[in-house]
């Protein structure tokens, strides 16, 4: 992997965290960033185990990165909630007449 791999994937998954923690605000900040950095890390580590790519920019490794982020900050925006399960039940419920 080399410094360009590496700061594309940092750039992308950051780029891409943030866009999807700005499309729902129940998510904390930090999740879809990481999520989105970890996802386009690993695309390029699959892209260059999966072909001989030269070393530096790589439009294939570039579209695998933008598709592994893309696909992790949505699986994180959707599934992410920051209440508990005892915050979700309604008053009824939280008052034991369930």
């Known amino acids: 992997m080399t410094v360009t791999s590496l700061v594309t994937a940092v750039a992308v998954g950051v780029a891409l965290g943030v866009a999807g923690r700005l499309a729902r605000r129940g998510v904390p900040f930090w999740l879809p960033p990481a999520a989105g950095v970890g996802a386009a890390v690993f695309a390029t580590v699959v892209a260059r185990i999966a072909a001989d790519l030269p070393s530096g920019f790589s439009a294939g490794e570039f579209t695998l990165q933008?598709?592994?982020?893309?696909?992790?900050?949505?699986?994180?925006?959707?599934?992410?909630?920051?209440?508990?399960?005892?915050?979700?039940?309604?008053?009824?419920?939280?008052?034991?007449?369930?």
Do not use: I, Q
């Open 66 to 98: 933008v598709l592994f982020a893309a696909g992790a900050v949505a699986a994180v925006v959707v599934t992410a909630d920051r209440h508990t399960p005892a915050e979700r039940r309604s008053p009824a419920e939280k008052e034991g007449l369930r």
